[in-house]
């Protein structure tokens, strides 16, 4: 019944920004928290943010600093602003929303979106 879609993905030059959203429809549960993984080819999928409904946020080592993730309740969507882009960014990027802790693992998330390509090219 809920449905993630991811947006904002695309090919960037590293040093580069993007800015991907998370538009959620259905039955929401506004307590939830709200996560980014990725997977790159050949890699297990990968912890990047998390924002919980009060705006308190986790990130992977390898995002903090660079990104910065967001969201707005009264659109129902999250955001992850990506800076300083780099190749080793490049991924099909996820965002999904947990009831649960630990919000770094995939398993405390209950829904997913589609995903959206980012390619950053050297």
């Known amino acids: 019944q809920v449905q993630l879609v991811e947006s904002g993905g695309g090919l960037v030059e590293a040093g580069g920004s993007l800015r991907l959203s998370c538009a959620a429809s259905?039955?929401?549960?506004?307590?939830?928290?709200m996560g980014w993984f990725r997977q790159a080819p050949g890699k297990e999928r990968e912890f990047v943010a998390a924002?919980?409904?009060?705006?308190?946020?986790v990130y992977a080592d390898s995002a903090k600093g660079r990104f910065t993730v967001s969201r707005d309740n009264a659109k129902n969507t999250v955001y992850l602003q990506m800076d300083n882009l780099k190749v080793e960014d490049t991924a099909v990027y996820y965002c999904?929303?947990?009831?649960?802790?630990?919000?770094?693992?995939?398993?405390?998330?209950?829904?997913w979106g589609q995903g959206t390509q980012v390619t950053v090219s050297s």
């Open positions: 999904a929303a947990a009831p649960r802790l630990p919000y770094t693992m995939a398993n405390s998330y209950d829904y």
């Open positions: 259905g039955r929401i549960f506004i307590n939830y928290a």
């Open positions: 924002i919980r409904w009060n705006s308190i946020t």
